[in-house]
């Protein structure tokens, strides 16, 4: 991928960034942000990816906005530039621990608690993908109004059999019949601009890790990206508003462990013309080791896991490094467990949201220890995916991301330009919303790392990899930890 435009050391992608060396150079995940936050109506999705729109003047790497008075929210969200997963890691998790608790840092990302569970839901459990966790948090979350509604991928009425699309779901019914993954992609972020019209104030956010860095980014990115000398108070918020605003409707995310979805044609072309099953006829699919079809008739058919990835995998799945959605609030998966998920909870937020859940009783949980094999491949497959970019992005060089930093240089550039105090001081004001993040009680302690975490091997060595950490040490809920 090219590296964004860069002015030292603190990089700012901007639109023709984006174009070019994202869209154009295949690396697009196709997740719609870029279309979210758009203020000017610059961007559509043209087909499965983003454009500039049908009948816009200039070349299609041209926004007048941007080289004018300025804008590039799009790219200041897009997943493929800087800064990317790990350069947003302290910007993520700067909040002080609640309660003393101590987090840690594997090739997984930032957690406080990482666990086994499974749902004593069992209508939840029944349609879910692996233990039915994420379903039945969200429909207890619903029933209890810590949620107003959530955002998911689900098959509904229009939409093709196995082909989810975006849907903004506010009672628990809806929840429920949107459990399962179908490895197909559905554009999550799209959904976010339905939130105002639903009345939704405090949603859950579920996509793929591709979908959960962009929402982090509009929550985290600072805004005074966007002063310009130039520019009226009045743009100043609207551009403000349409960058910040869909996060701050987002109450909660959780991510979903991702290494590749499949293109179309795995559904459409093998499974129903070579394997001769037809969409209708397939309940759910799962992936354990061989790609799982589970049928109507309670029969399951196979395709090897190998076979489907060479044949049927996204390519833009090449260009992400990010397995466990390292930035989401809660991150959960099956990996090497049978009808049980692994949850990692990573922010605060996070905790106190499962503490509640666990406490209703409708869920029970196992320390990771007693789950080593999956424990084992969440870092193989972490690893694994991290490093297939690292050789290749060269935005993964780049220095993590300070907002404060941000902040500071862009009021500087406004007084070079000769904006007075009180000047800067209005468009700022115009970049604070009402709903703004507050900024954190404190500094929080650095991760540590995993615990007896041998580290890198010498040259020659096999890579041993940690034991799972005790309930103390994150291994286990935080209501277990003891």
Not at 119 to 138: E, I, N, S
Not at 265 to 286: A, C
Not at 337 to 361: C, H, I
Request: contains cysteine.
């Amino acid at each position: 991928m090219n590296a964004p435009t860069n002015d030292g050391a603190h990089p700012r992608p901007t639109f023709k960034d984006m174009i070019n060396g994202v869209v154009d150079a295949g690396a697009c995940s196709e997740c719609g942000a870029c279309v979210v936050v758009c203020p000017h109506g610059i961007i559509e999705m043209i087909g499965r990816k983003p454009g500039k729109r049908v009948g816009s003047l200039g070349d299609h790497d041209h926004c007048g906005v941007s080289t004018g008075i300025g804008c590039d929210a799009c790219a200041a969200v897009c997943p493929r530039l800087w800064p990317r997963e790990p350069q947003l890691r302290e910007a993520t998790f700067d909040e002080a621990a609640a309660g003393g608790d101590c987090s840690f840092e594997g090739i997984f990302g930032v957690y406080r608690n990482i666990f086994v569970a499974r749902t004593r839901d069992p209508q939840a459990l029944a349609r879910g993908q692996d233990g039915g966790v994420v379903t039945a948090l969200l429909a207890w979350a619903r029933e209890n109004d810590a949620i107003d509604g959530a955002i998911v991928a689900a098959v509904g009425e229009g939409d093709t059999p196995c082909f989810p699309t975006p849907k903004v779901v506010t009672t628990p019914e809806q929840i429920r019949a949107s459990a399962g993954s179908w490895y197909t992609y559905s554009p999550n972020p799209l959904a976010l601009k339905q939130l105002k019209k639903a009345k939704v104030e405090r949603a859950a956010f579920v996509g793929v890790p591709c979908q959960i860095t962009p929402l982090r980014k509009m929550e985290r990115i600072d805004t005074t990206r966007l002063l310009r000398g130039g520019k009226s108070p009045g743009v100043h918020g609207r551009q403000r508003d349409c960058m910040r605003g869909p996060s701050e409707r987002v109450a909660v995310s959780i991510g979903l462990f991702c290494s590749e979805v499949f293109r179309p044609e795995l559904m459409t072309e093998h499974i129903v013309k070579t394997m001769g099953i037809p969409l209708e006829d397939i309940t759910k699919l799962n992936i354990k080791g061989e790609v799982l079809i589970h049928r109507r008739d309670g029969s399951v058919a196979t395709i090897p896991l190998e076979q489907a990835a060479h044949d049927y995998q996204r390519p833009e799945c090449r260009h992400c490094g990010d397995f466990a959605a390292e930035l989401a609030d809660i991150s959960c998966g099956g990996v090497g467990t049978d009808r049980a998920t692994v949850v990692v909870l990573r922010s605060e937020r996070g905790v106190a949201l499962w503490r509640e859940f666990e406490a209703s009783g409708q869920v029970e949980v196992w320390p990771i220890q007693e789950h080593k094999k999956a424990w084992n491949i969440l870092l193989r497959l972490a690893r694994k995916q991290r490093e297939r970019i690292a050789r290749s992005d060269t935005t993964t060089l780049m220095p993590a991301y300070s907002a404060a930093e941000e902040a500071r240089r862009a009021q500087q550039a406004l007084a070079e330009a000769g904006c007075t105090p009180a000047e800067i001081e209005e468009r700022l004001q115009a970049l604070r919303g009402l709903r703004e993040r507050q900024p954190a009680r404190g500094p929080g302690l650095a991760p540590a790392p995993i615990p007896d975490d041998p580290g890198a091997p010498a040259e020659g060595e096999k890579r041993r990899l940690p034991p799972p950490p005790a309930p103390q040490q994150g291994g286990a809920s935080p209501a277990r930890k003891a």
